[in-house]
């Protein structure tokens, strides 16, 4: 299984709403990202976890919440979102703390009102 | 300047067509060289990657890096409409820390 597995793979939210971006991998691989990409852009990275802790944090507002339950899951959690925070997110994970070679899972697109 | 450096686009070629799609860089601790292939709607896809200077084929792909001059390209023979497609080129440097940096992608049309 060379699959990264994102759901949903669309989501709508008000400003108000809670809600959480999920991600699975079967790779065996220990490390696993957030990336946000607006349209016409490149990806920009959020958190990194290696080895199920949080090794990166791009100084990413605290209304976006990561959690690492297992190293198979990767979990975004949502809360008082911007409409400028809608965008394609994206998942990714390597084999280790090694950035070059990234599965991406095909992301949630997420539109705040 | 940036760090990364990718020609803008889009870019429209017909079918059969050899393209060459480059990235110029600044940073010279960049040691892995990556070239992602992403889909409308879709993710990025891993397409070549190269460690250091070299060239590194596969089919009708083929990835150079020249760190002299801090320049990567990827060529595409025999160009296909599927693989119209936007061609993200990426860097990182060697370390525990280390993270991608992409060039801004360009946009790659194949006409039939």
């Known amino acids: 299984d060379t699959e990264v597995t994102q759901t949903p793979k669309h989501l709508v939210m008000g400003m108000t709403n809670k809600k959480s971006l999920k991600c699975e991998q079967h790779?065996?691989?220990?490390?696993m990202y957030w990336y946000k990409q607006k349209a016409k852009k490149p990806p920009e990275l959020m958190f990194v976890?290696?080895?199920?802790?949080?090794?990166i944090n791009e100084s990413v507002p605290s209304r976006f919440s990561p959690e690492c339950p297992n190293s198979s899951l990767l979990n975004l959690h949502l809360h008082a979102l911007q409409p400028e925070d809608s965008a394609l997110y994206l998942c990714a994970s390597s084999q280790a703390r090694v950035s070059e070679k990234l599965f991406f899972g095909s992301g949630t697109q997420l539109s705040v009102l | 300047q940036k760090e990364v450096e990718q020609d803008p686009g889009p870019l429209s070629v017909p079918e059969g067509a050899i393209v060459s799609l480059n990235c110029t860089y600044s940073n010279s601790a960049f040691q892995y060289f990556m070239w992602y292939r992403q889909y409308s709607r879709k993710g990025p896809e891993l397409l070549m990657y190269?460690?250091?200077?070299g060239n590194k084929e596969d089919g009708r792909f083929t990835a150079q890096v020249d760190k002299s001059s801090k320049y990567i390209s990827l060529f595409i023979r025999d160009s296909q409409p599927s693989d119209s497609a936007t061609y993200l080129c990426?860097?990182?440097?060697?370390?525990?820390?280390?993270?991608?940096?992409f060039g801004k992608g360009i946009t790659l049309s194949v006409r039939p």
């Open positions: 190269t460690y250091s200077s």
């Open positions: 976890y290696s080895y199920e802790k949080l090794s």
């Open positions: 790779m065996g691989h220990r490390a």
């Open positions: 990426a860097m990182s440097e060697s370390g525990a820390n280390s993270k991608l940096t």
